[in-house]
T-cell receptor, first 111, second 115 residues
Framework: GQNIDQPTEMTATEGAIVQINCTYQ??????LFWYQQHAGEAPTFLSY????GLEEKGRFSSFLSRSKGYSYLLLKELQMKDSASYLC????????????FGTGTRLTVIP | EAGVAQSPRYKIIEKRQSVAFWCNPI?????LYWYQQILGQGPKLLIQ????????DSQLPKDRFSAERLKGVDSTLKIQPAKLEDSAVYLC?????????????FGDGTRLSIL
């Protein structure tokens, strides 16, 4: 089966840096996605990693270590609008090429 | 480009009634997904279509849930009869293709409440 773990909740201060971790155990590996989901809204794509290392995109960066089954999402210069749930999703190496989502990390940014 | 369209936005029904949701994916996206997201959890895949064929429906409760994508574009998801545990947001997503590294794009979902 597939198992994806993320912290349930995190709180951080406006202007600070926060790291949201994700560990996974899946049947093979074919990529990891991070999505942002504001309350009552659709998940929106943030980043994609398939090779080890850091992918940077503006204030958001995502890191992957395939040997450790580990990823993190790094948010810099936090803004109040970053308060949302952050979903880690893994694509196992199966024929259907589906995504399996973690339960998400609810981030609250405080002034 | 227009995003994934879903309707209705909200639906309230009593248990044992039936309900249907509609999804129109992004133009040109061959792959369409239906997810169930229970409050406080991540989305769980119910069914995946590639054009008008089913690729994966292993997690679809087939005794009560059905879905179709007859012309390879729009899709409908039906629940009949509904149970209390079906209360959730039903998300539709689309992507260029099954093996594409392009991300899945989600609609705003239908929030279903069962009384």
């Amino acid at each position: 089966g597939q198992n994806i773990d993320q912290p349930t909740e995190m709180t951080a201060t406006e202007g600070a840096i926060v790291q949201i971790n994700c560990t996974y155990q899946t049947s093979g590996f074919n990529g990891l996605f991070w999505y942002q989901q504001h309350a009552g809204e659709a998940p929106t794509f943030l980043s994609y990693n398939v090779l080890d290392g850091l992918e940077e995109k503006g204030r958001f960066s995502s890191f992957l270590s395939r040997s450790k089954g580990y990823s993190y999402l790094l948010l810099k210069e936090l803004q109040m609008k970053d308060s949302a749930s952050y979903l880690c999703a893994v694509r196992p190496k199966t024929g259907a090429n589906n995504l399996f989502f973690g339960t998400g990390t609810r981030l609250t940014v405080i002034p | 480009e227009a995003g994934v369209a879903q309707s209705p936005r909200y639906k309230i029904i009593e248990k044992r009634q039936s309900v249907a949701f509609w999804c129109n994916p992004i133009s040109g996206h061959a792959t369409l997904y239906w997810y169930q997201q229970i409050l406080g959890q991540g989305p769980k895949l119910l069914i995946q279509f590639q054009n008008n064929g089913v690729v994966d429906d292993s997690q679809l409760p087939k005794d009560r849930f059905s879905a179709e994508r007859l012309k390879g574009v729009d899709s409908t998801l039906k629940i009949q009869p509904a149970k209390l545990e079906d209360s959730a947001v039903y998300l539709c997503a689309s992507s260029l293709g099954r093996y594409s590294n392009q991300p899945q794009h989600f609609g705003d979902g239908t929030r279903l409440s069962i009384l």
